[in-house]
């Protein structure tokens, strides 16, 4: 009987959780590799790693993206996967590979790497944590035995001491963050969260839940709140959640779903909201989950590819990386679309979603008696222009477009969703 109605309330809140699929615009990345981490440093300045030893970076914010011909990584044949990295500023920055590898420094923008002096043993990397060029963290695992994190301080490199680390080569530290200088958290593929108090010299562990899902992600919201994102072995439904500082560890069901989802990556972006990308379990829908930055309010959206890592900078524009060279932006971004009019201004349009018409209304003291109307793909392709306000879209193909309508020297933009 209980577990009848554990199911009725994750059922409450799978349909009670808003599924959107419009509210992220594509992005050319020019490969079909798997993209596996991607992180800006500034507005314009941004990087991706991906498989098969791919780099990528855009000086643009996120519009264009060109490849690195980096050189200084070896790679060993089957692992030339670059899997993680951070930028501290636009030149300088660390990078995890392999995962057999060590880890390598760039200070020239991606172009030369030079590898790591890390201490200890470490065969396997893969976690990456800077606070600065001269401290940070990078977790992995030895060649014969379980988790360990490699420490920074001024410049020098140190082995962390872990507390009941699982003596498993496979259970590698994949993701670390900090609330402060003091506190902070490391996911392991064993299911234990490892938990700092005096700044990285000492890792306790701790179960991330009773069922031990792998975890691939930590976020650390304040210094109570905190989440972890897992690769489901049988039946996984929500983030895992801690509330106080990543003491204890539930699974969170304001965030469950049905799509019994593989949550892999977390990021918080500059305005506060909190993001979780990955994949459905028995559909390979990728999917992303938002919430305003409270444990009560989650939304979804379904996207077209698995996402493995999501970042912004310092503001509400956010993107996500995914399989198959899968990029996407949650705002339309001034460079996908024409910018040549020098106003923003609001238009409805409706109905909306629609086969054959749809209208726009523009404010009442905007002159449309000549107006320019374009439709857009969501790959930035101009597919239509009309010189109404009233638009026949019979011969689009259903999807989603974006509409610019240039009136009386302003512009107006919308999305539409043709059926």
Partial sequence: ???????????????????????????????????????????SVGYISGDDSLLLKTTGGGLTWNPIN?????????????????????????????????????IDGGLNWTPNAQAGNNCYNQ?????DPDNGFIGGSGCFQGELISRLSAGT?????????TWDSQNMIVDIDFYNSQLGIAASKSGLIFRTTDGGLNWDSIPSNP??????????????????????LSVGF?????????????????????????????????????FSGGVSQGSQTGLIFRSPGNIFSWNYDVVDQQINDISSYNDSTVFAVGDSGYIVVNKILTGLLSNNA????????????TNQYFKMEFPLHINTSNITTKIYSLLGELVQIETSTTIDIRKL????YVIEAFADGLVGRSKLVVE
Avoid: C, R
Avoid at 127 to 131: N, T, Y
């Fill in 342 to 353: 020098p106003q923003l201004v609001e238009i409805k349009i409706s109905p909306n979603p």
């Fill in 397 to 400: 193909a259903a999807g989603v």
């Fill in 70 to 106: 980096a050189s200084g990584l070896n790679f060993l044949g089957w692992n030339a996967d670059i899997l993680n990295l951070q930028f501290l500023t636009d030149s300088i920055g660390y990078l995890t590979m392999g995962p057999y590898s060590i880890s390598y420094k760039t």
């Fill in 1 to 43: 009987m209980k577990k009848f109605q554990l199911l009725l309330v994750i059922a409450h809140f799978f349909y009670s959780l808003p599924a959107h699929s419009q509210n992220w615009f594509p992005i050319t990345s020019g490969t079909t590799k798997n993209l596996n981490a991607i992180h800006f440093q500034s507005s």
């Fill in 238 to 274: 929500g983030l895992y959640i801690s509330i106080d500082g990543g003491l204890t560890w539930a699974e969170d069901l304001n965030s469950a779903t049905f799509f019994y989802p593989d949550f892999l990556t977390l990021h918080q972006s500059g305005s506060g909201e909190i």
């Fill in 157 to 165: 490199w140190s082995q962390a001491t872990m507390n009941s680390s």
């Fill in 127 to 131: 976690g990456i944590f800077f606070f």
């Fill in 211 to 232: 069922s031990m899902n792998p975890l691939t992600s930590v976020l650390m919201v304040n210094d109570t709140l905190a989440y972890a994102g897992y690769q489901s």
